[in-house]
């Protein structure tokens, strides 16, 4: 942790998650001392804080996007995206966290499925990730398909593409 000239903690006020030109992610670490009031920001690699995070926090995109669910919807999630980076031994939330899945395994996607997914409204784009990728991490698979994709769908909102309701 940080500590002021004043001799007192320094307290994490926000994350901001930026790029550099190559694409490369790095994180704005905002902290202030609560005794003389000094702020300061540090860059720092995505994902290596090295102790600069004093709590569990949201970066602002990703508090942008909780931000934007549904009411009755973002306490669940919230509580769900926590609890897993709790598990993980992280303090930091950002916006990929919000779209791994909760299972810590890799999925992959065939690219007509990512294509579909890209078709989703924003809005529920996330969401549908991940509960996409959480089927078939709870069938032990890897790989997210079409099909897959359709039989969520008809299992969320009744309803499936005609090709797959002619079969």
Known sequence: ??????????????????????????????????????????????????GLVDRMMWT??????????????APLFRAEVEQDVRTRGERVIAYDTLLRPRTGERIEWEPEAERRLERVPAPVRAMARIELERTVA??????????????????????????????
């Open 1 to 50: 942790m940080l500590t002021c000239g004043c001799g007192r903690w320094m307290h994490t006020e926000g994350i901001e998650e930026r790029f550099y030109d190559d694409g490369t992610p790095q994180w704005f670490i905002r902290t202030e001392c609560l005794g003389c009031g000094l702020k300061v920001g540090i860059d720092a690699p995505a994902g290596q804080t090295g």
């Open 60 to 73: 602002d995109d990703a508090l942008h996007r909780l931000d934007r669910m549904p009411p009755y919807l």
């Open 138 to 167: 709870d069938r032990g698979e890897t790989l997210i398909t079409v099909a897959l994709m359709e039989e969520v769908k008809a299992r969320y909102f009744g309803m499936a593409s005609k090709s797959n309701a002619e079969r």
